[in-house]
């Protein structure tokens, strides 16, 4: 089961696509425009956003973005009867887009089963990057040193006798490394010296 959140000012379009999911046993969260959205997103743990193009007051590809780097693990869905190939292209770009449905559309048995399919990844994805956080906090641990260690948008994932922010970036008293890995980069900041401190 995954978490939606429906953005879309056609009422028809929005309830349809809410009531087959939640049919579903999926858990649904609705928005008319870009604000409502983001600030259901700060406060709910959303996997996947479904969102038209043509929203008020702002477009889709703007939300899309802001959800890229706010959220990166959200998988995003794109509902769109533009014609217009380079709106589509920046949808891609700047998102994290898994699917495009055009619009007129005929919400059937097929377009939930892809749309639930597309939640299953973004439970999976979040699932196995949390594995990973708490495999680095074990061999950090282990290590004995200072350090933070963050999620690329700077979520906290873990700490020990160490407190920085998130952008403090490399100086005498820390160490920076990116660690990548398939689910995304983490930073970690360490102690040159091994001891408590606070910095940056």
């Known amino acids: 089961m995954a978490n939606y959140l429906l953005v879309e000012p056609h009422e028809h379009t929005r309830k349809t696509l809410a009531r087959l999911l939640m049919n579903e046993g999926e858990l649904i969260f609705e928005a008319t425009e870009a604000t409502e959205a983001i600030t259901i997103l700060e ?3 959303i996997d996947v956003v479904i969102t038209e193009m043509r929203l008020p007051h702002t477009d889709g590809v703007e939300l899309l973005s802001y959800v890229k780097k706010k959220f990166p693990l959200i998988h995003q869905i794109v509902l769109t009867d533009y014609t ?4 589509l292209i920046a949808a891609v770009n700047y998102g994290n ?3 495009i449905m055009t619009k007129p559309m005929k919400i059937d048995e097929y377009v939930i089963r892809v749309i639930k399919d597309v939640g299953q990844q973004a439970v999976n994805m979040k699932t196995n990057k949390y594995r990973v956080a708490d495999t680095l906090t074990e061999f950090l641990d282990d290590l ?3 350090y933070c260690l963050f999620y690329e948008n700077g979520d906290l994932v873990s700490s020990e006798s160490l407190v920085v922010s998130f952008e403090s970036g ?3 008293e820390l160490k920076r490394f990116v660690i990548p890995t398939q689910y995304g980069d983490f ?3 360490q102690s040159r010296d091994r001891s408590s401190r606070t910095c940056g």
Request: glycine content about 6%; aromatic content about 6%; cysteine-free.
């Open 187 to 189: 930073i970690l900041y």
């Open 84 to 87: 217009h190939t380079h709106t």
């Open 170 to 172: 490399e100086t005498n």
């Open 97 to 99: 887009v898994k699917r």
């Open 43 to 45: 406060s709910s743990d």
């Open 144 to 146: 004995g040193q200072a």
